[in-house]
């Protein structure tokens, strides 16, 4: 609708000056007759035109009118609309019709209002669908960076399980080869051993020199060492102790045998030296290949982390971005019941003034005279 001007304060004083004008009504002459008697008090009777006379004035003084038009109007409706429709000259109908054009611009105004305030309610709302769809997308993309991480968790778990059998692998390896050293060792020093007992117990022994008895005592000592049969070593002592002219068959066979027992530890010994170069070679490589297993499953296990550290980041980065989301959403809230509110508020208003002085004088403006009854027949 376009916007209905205001009454000027010049064309109400034009107003208010014809209404001076105008012949005073007609009084009711005073009773002659003496004043009756108290009648018994009765309910106050309000005249339905000026009630609606004063609703409507109570909403000329309460819709913005600069306060010397609204007085001007409210002193000049009541003779302009006491007249029924058709009675009225033209000067009570131009001042109806500038009450009625205010009251219509104030509706005007809380249209306008009531509309400014429901795109601000709208306004609102699309700001909030956007915010729950930021919050969905915050959510749907913090499920995955969780999936991510949990999946980089397993990873690097599994290669902290890699990188620990990597080390058992290492420590195996070690084990294995220091265990076959140590057996190398000993054969070394078993075989170092018995080649100088032999040279310097059994070779003079054998040959009848004149030998300390402790001789025959170590050789005892290293041949019950080195694991030869306790027949044999407790029969020594008596084939070396006899002077050799004395010694028998027996003794000599004693004394043959031990030598052939330590020619043949020896020789096995010696034959155990050589086989073990292979076999230490072998070890020595498979510690070297558990080591780079190891170094490689270190680097993976560091590389593992660093990644989980990156996922985590990004999943912690994610939750915040969630609850930043979240909070936007809360923060909208209240500002919208604000607007609810202020939407509220001017429906009210609009009812109210639609309802109240609006209406008022609209009744006012086409009250007409009550038809007459029909004649009985």
């Known amino acids: 609708a376009a916007p209905v ?16 004008a105008m012949p005073a009504a007609m009084k009711r002459p005073a009773s002659a007759t003496a004043p009756a008697p108290a009648a018994k008090k009765k309910a106050k009777v309000v ?20 306060s010397d038009c609204s007085t001007m109007l409210s002193e000049m409706l009541p003779l302009a609309v006491v007249p029924l429709k058709g009675e009225r000259d033209k000067f009570m109908e131009s001042t109806v019709s500038m009450a009625e054009e205010a009251l219509v611009t104030h509706e005007q105004e809380i249209e306008a209002a009531l509309r400014a305030v429901e795109a601000a309610v709208e306004a609102c709302n699309d700001a909030a669908s956007k915010k729950e769809a930021e919050v969905q997308s915050a959510e749907a993309d913090l499920q995955a960076k969780e999936l991510v991480m949990q999946d980089d968790k397993r990873a690097l778990a599994s290669c902290a399980v890699a990188f620990r059998n990597a080390r058992n692998a290492v420590d195996k390896a070690e084990a294995e080869l220091e265990s076959f050293m140590q057996s190398v060792r000993t054969a070394e020093r078993k075989k170092e051993e018995l080649q100088a007992a032999q ?15 402790s001789f025959v005592d170590s050789l005892v ?30 003794d000599t066979m004693v004394i043959a045998q031990v030598a052939q027992d330590m020619s043949s530890q020896i020789a096995g010994l010696q034959q155990t030296l050589q086989e073990a170069e292979p076999g230490q070679q072998a070890k020595q490589q498979a510690v070297s ?17 660093e990644s989980f550290k990156r996922k985590r980041s990004a999943h912690e980065f994610a939750a ?58």
Request: proline share 10%; hydrophobic share 35%.
């Open 47 to 66: 005249d339905p035109v000026s009630k609606q006379i004063a609703i409507v004035t109570k909403g000329l003084h309460n819709i913005g009118l600069p």
């Open 221 to 250: 000592k290293v041949l019950t060492d080195s694991g030869s049969s306790s027949t044999m070593t407790a029969a020594m002592p008596a084939a070396f102790n006899k002077p050799f002219g004395e010694r028998g068959a027996f």
């Open 289 to 305: 290949a558990a080591k780079e297993v190891l170094e490689q499953s270190k680097k993976e296990q560091l590389e593992a982390a």
């Open 199 to 213: 040279a310097k117990y059994l070779k003079p022994l054998s040959e009848g020199a004149d030998c300390p008895p």
């Open 320 to 377: 915040a971005a969630l609850a930043e989301a979240v909070q936007a959403v809360k923060a909208i809230a209240p500002e919208r019941r604000g607007l609810m509110r202020q939407v509220s508020a001017c429906e009210r208003k609009l009812e109210a003034h639609r309802a109240g002085p609006l209406a008022a004088l609209r009744q006012l403006r086409d009250r007409a005279p009550e038809p007459e009854p029909a004649p009985k027949p």
């Open 5 to 20: 001007s205001q009454p000027t304060a010049r064309g109400l004083q034009r107003h208010q000056q014809r209404r001076r």
